[in-house]
């Protein structure tokens, strides 16, 4: 009922969302900015202030995973802890409302694994929500807005209804706004929608203002961003209170596992029905054998304590946790802890190339006219195109604008008025402004990639005589670039033509007809360490591949000198030509793609997740947005536009390559130990299952009392504390890890009978060698296989956690090292003092000792042989 309450109560409020951006659609500027209290200048400082206490912050709260109570529930509730509190429900009807003498031990024993386990989880997930909330206080998304007659950047949670916000692309939406005036204002709302095509937005209000409110071609949504284009827009509604917002009360759900997630939680429901499976087996047996009801109904529920893997959610826990932290101290912010693990995974790394291989230094090093020659008349004009563009200035424009300032030439500005501009976009890969001079002249200045920019030119110029642009001049032209372009220089082409339009909009339609001035050379020198982090990249299994939206001279020259495998290069052309079936082919021998645009980097992505690869993607800018959200992992920095750092699961705070391989270093650390109590689980709990019916078979009393198996899961548990801060060998980093559930279903074949025949032989000892043999010696019998069982769990540990031999090869790390070392002691001592009484045993005999001794030499001696017939047969160990 509260579930069907809470999803009215969001569609209430999505509806009354829906009506206010219909009305507000439809209203006039002046009319609007007055419901608001606002203008064209902006808010007043005050009015601000006074709104953010009124609105509160910007932020969207439904379905907010990170915080405190969340982490809470999330340590507390799971499966395994709900099956133990049931049995722990039961017992305090069998041990306590039913019993003569109220025994609460089995419940206090249960009860304490539940709050060990799930404080641990708790305290482990914290650290990690502290470590990544410590460095996203260095990092926040912020927007321009107008307060008080200034332009000013703030944080976009201390945005207010009413801000006036200006918005260039790669800009996130910061609020539901109502577009004030727009100049090639492209939206990306597939958040809302699912439509992957831009959605051009306008002052005026185009369509009925019933459509629906995704359709308002005056209104933009939190959670949309600009692709491309200019906008001057007002804040109409923040956090909450926004189209988002009211959506998210009904969309809180989680995310879609991965395969690794879906893998444990089938092990897991495994682990549960074997379970459940066991329990009553385990009952009959035992209550028809030993005509004790009660004490079989204790023991079997017992027994199923034992078999629930409780530790398993804290294992996952920590062990992500532990990686997020240790990932923070690299400067490297985890925004998805599932990212860690899924570092381990990844196989192929897609990554940009200008900021990521490159040092994002872009110095200008040539301005030349058709013939190559020097001409200042081209950096001129490239000079006005970057200076007077209002849209985001990327490394190009500040390049142009220092070396223009360098060479003295702010004149070239004086008497120069912006007019329009047509922003840039990613299909026609080039940018317009239009000047006007104090005499009423007027100049349309482009600048973009040479193959567009010559398609919209038909004119040349060459030492300031207009000739047409035929063949030959052409052939000319593409030569000088080529030449550059071969050397490694980024070049970009610069054209112009007066006669302009004396008023009027502009658009793309007026970029045609254009006269050719010359060509800006740029050099953006490959990281130093670039070369050095894709070979320890290689060295660990993952293929790096190159995705980039230069042209295929400048992608070449800077692949070759840091690393990248460089026989094979496809352009955006290529792959727009290929099927899918083709690229599917293409993928495997193809490490460097050029000139691609952002969906087709998406859709090389896409390929290569289809191949069967893990993909990895890192860029920074508007175009690796798509592509970013496609990877199985998307990587950014700090420096990067807000939608790329919004999309992707791991932010980089440093350009540090090398934090990449300490990504996947510690992602296949994090799976290694994962997988380590997965398999101790799955075989230990198989091999429990055939001991505990062989004991109910053939024994003549319980081998161990409920009060006993408790104690010693308990113990147990202790002891696999250490494994989330465990190593694991070296040779297991080197190559992809991928959850394969058949090797989980073999090792427990392998080591699950290992386990049976070591406890079926402490049974044969206990019976003949010690003459545990009747009813009144069963607490002898109980505490020899009570020790036996702990230690041979506590060592079986060390054998399990890696392929070399244990303590002499490789050696586990110190929190398992006393982890164990302190269960083993304290098991010892219960069995050999009379502290073995407290749990209804009798202490043993110093005799036993050699025959203990005996039991866990063989049990490792054959683990070990064992492990290196299954190594040879399957490969892999864990």
Known sequence: MKFTNKNNHARILQKESEARLRRFAALDETTLLTEFESARMGLSDEAAEEKLDEFGSNVITAGNKNTTLHRLRESTINPFNTVLLVIAAISVFTDVIASDAADW????????????????????????????????????????????????????????????????????????????????????????????????????????????????????????????????????????????????????????????????????????????????????????????????????????VGLTPEMLPVIMTSTLAWGAVAMSKHKVIVKTLGAIQTFGEMDVLCTDKTGTLTEDKIVLEKYLNLLGEDDSRILRHAYRNSYFQTGLKNLIDLAIINRARTNGMEEALSGQNRVDEIPFDFARRRMSVVLEDGQGKRQLITKGAVEEIMSICTMAELHGQAIPLDDETRRKALAVYEKYNADGLRMIAVAQKNNVPPEGAFSVADERDMVLLGFVGFLDPPKESA???????????????????????????????????????????????????????????????????????????????????????MGDGINDAPPLHQADVGISVDSAVDIAKETADIILMEKDLMVLEQGVIRGRNTFGNIVKYIKMAASGNFGNMISVIFASIFLPFLPMLPIQILTQNLLCDFSQMGIPFDSVDKEYVKVPRKWETKSIASFMAFMGPLSSIFDILCFAIMWWAMKANSLELSRLFQCGWFIFGTLSQVLVIHMIRTAKLPFVQSRASKPVTLSTALIAIVAI???????????????????????????????????????????KKYKEWL
């Open 531 to 617: 070369r050095e982090a894709i070979a320890a990249l290689r060295t660990h299994g993952v293929r790096t591949v190159v995705l980039t939206g230069d042209s295929e001279g400048v992608a070449a020259k800077v692949c070759a000198k840091v690393g990248v495998n460089t026989k094979r290069l496809l352009t955006g052309r290529n792959v727009e030509q290929m099927d899918d079936t083709a690229l599917l082919e293409a993928v495997d021998t193809c490490d460097i793609f050029a000139k691609l645009s952002p969906a087709q980097k998406e859709r090389v992505v896409r390929a290569f997740q289809t191949a069967g690869h893990t993909v990895g993607y």
């Open 829 to 871: 001592v219960i069995g050999f003092t009379p502290l073995a009484v407290g749990l209804e045993m009798t202490a043993l005999p110093p005799s036993f000792v050699p025959w203990l001794i005996a039991l866990l030499a063989g049990y490792l001696i054959l683990a070990q042989l064992v492990k290196k017939v299954y190594v």
């Open 105 to 304: 031990l089995t419940v206090i024993i249960i009860v304490s694994l539940v709050a060990i386990s799930s404080a641990v989880a708790f305290i482990q997930s914290q650290k990690s929500s502290a470590a990544a909330a410590t460095l996203s206080e260095m990092i926040e998304n912020r927007t321009d807005v107008w307060r008080g007659g200034k332009l000013i950047d703030i944080p976009i949670d201390e945005v207010v209804p009413g801000d006036i916000i200006r918005l260039s692309a790669g800009d996130i939406l910061p609020a539901d706004v109502r577009f004030l005036t727009a100049k090639d204002a492209f939206i990306a709302q597939a958040a809302l929608t699912g439509e992957s095509a831009p959605v051009e937005k306008f002052a005026n209000l185009r369509n009925e203002s019933n459509s629906a409110p995704t359709d308002l071609s005056n209104i933009g949504f939190m959670g949309s961003n600009m692709v491309s284009g200019s906008a001057l827009v007002v804040a109409l509604a923040t956090g909450d209170d926004t189209y988002f917002g009211a959506m998210a009360q009904s969309l809180s759900g989680d995310k879609a596992k991965n395969a690794f997630e879906r893998g444990v939680d089938s092990v897991s429901r495994l682990l549960i029905r074997m379970m459940l499976v066991m329990v009553p087996v385990v009952l009959l047996i035992n209550g028809f054998a030993k005509q004790d009801w009660p004490g079989a109904l204790m023991f079997a529920i017992s027994v199923a």
